[in-house]
């Protein structure tokens, strides 16, 4: 359902020169799969996750999305994506209501489809009471979780998650969690990337480390904790990181 093949791409730098963001990446997701991407801040993580939203084209290699060339054919392989990331924002005006439906719109949803969605997806993510609050009135928290409500009505068959739960309190991201996890059931392939090292273990069926462009490690999170001898996924995306600053 999602797939790079040896990725990579450069971007110039007036100071460094030409700085390898993502450097020959590889990995598949399948339907019905959770797939952890972890990093840190510069890792080339959002890179790559913008390379399979058809948001930046690779300098070498090739992305797809249900077996579509995101890079030949960026619309149509945008067309089964619901992603999701911290850098769009919310039109302020707009009640939270009117945000998601809108979005279901512009998806080709006729106005009763979007209504229809667009409650029970408010209903999930417990923002009833705020349906008709305009968005710049929204807590952070709120805000969130109407970005994933607009995110997931139309129904994409491919999930990018970047930070999902990120402004939330403990229970509004239990309830975002649980709600990836029903799609997941559902049968959506979905890369969920995050900071919260205990969400991606207890969420993800396999996880993959970049650092420095470089995918260093894959698994699912037990064969992770195994490797590094570690107790917990924050002790192990230490010690693999570590690891390979220490290489380096």
Do not use: W
Request: contains cysteine; neutral net charge.
């Amino acid at each position: 359902m999602i797939e790079t093949r040896n990725i990579t791409k450069v971007f110039g730098d007036k100071k460094r020169g030409q700085v390898i963001a993502v450097n020959n990446v590889s990995f598949k997701v399948m339907a019905g799969e959770i797939f952890g991407l972890l990093g840190l801040n510069g890792a080339g993580k959002t890179t790559t996750l913008r390379i399979l939203a058809a948001l930046m084209k690779p300098n070498s290699g090739q992305a797809f999305l249900c077996g579509i060339d995101v890079v030949g054919e960026p619309e149509k392989a945008k067309a089964r994506l619901g992603f999701l990331t911290g850098s769009t924002g919310l039109y302020g005006r707009l009640k939270a209501r009117e945000m998601i439906e809108y979005f279901g719109k512009l998806h080709g949803l006729d106005s009763k489809e979007a209504s229809v969605r667009a409650g029970r997806l408010m209903e999930i993510l417990d923002l009833s009471e705020f349906a008709e609050t305009r968005c710049d009135k929204l807590s952070t928290g709120n805000k969130q979780k109407v970005s994933v409500a607009r995110t997931m009505i139309p129904d994409p068959e491919v999930l990018i998650l970047d930070e999902p739960t990120i402004g939330l309190d403990v229970i509004a991201s239990r309830t975002v969690v649980q709600f990836i996890n029903s799609e997941k059931g559902r049968g959506k392939a979905i890369i969920f990337s995050t900071h919260v090292m205990h969400e991606a273990e207890k969420l993800c069926d396999r996880i993959g480390v970049i650092h420095r462009g470089n995918l260093i490690a894959i698994g699912t999170p037990a064969e992770l904790k195994e490797r590094t001898a570690a107790a917990d996924m924050d002790d192990a995306f230490v010690e693999l990181v570590g690891h390979d600053v220490a290489q380096h």
